[in-house]
């Protein structure tokens, strides 16, 4: 039976800040930013199940391998919008989950996949591969939604 992974993708509200002047970073257009970027592994994860539910192992493939490159791109639009005004703490916690799902997308994806690929029947280590995956999901999801709430609650005017 093959298990659902848990997205368990942010649900960041967008926040409602006005503009801190010219020149300097408006907290709501950071945090948009960020969650844009984040939000765009929802399309992978969708993706991924399909292709997994369907048994389509070489579409797997190639989400994962998309997945990644995806990955290594948002995690340097992330470095590049650097912290907001000298507090890291919000894009740490983002870079942190985007390393996540790059370790369950370099690592357990290719495993699960080769192992459901070759009909090779093993539970235990199905059920590891899984359960890394969604522990992954749940760290991205915990880890960013309280690094935002945070932020919304620090910088709201």
Known sequence: MIKQFITGMMTAAVLSLSSCGSGEKDPAAYNNSIIT?????EK???????????SDYTKAEQVRAD???SLNDDIKKVEDLGDFKGDAIFQKAV???LNGYKKIVTEDYPKLIELRKNKTPDAAKESELLEN??????????GVNQASTAFESKYKS
């Open 44 to 54: 992978h994860v969708t993706d991924m199940n399909a292709a997994m539910n369907g």
């Open 133 to 142: 995956i969604n522990k992954a999901f749940e760290n991205m999801s915990n």
């Open 37 to 41: 970027v984040i939000n765009s592994s």
């Open 67 to 69: 997945w990644e490159k």
């Open 95 to 97: 870079l942190d989950g």
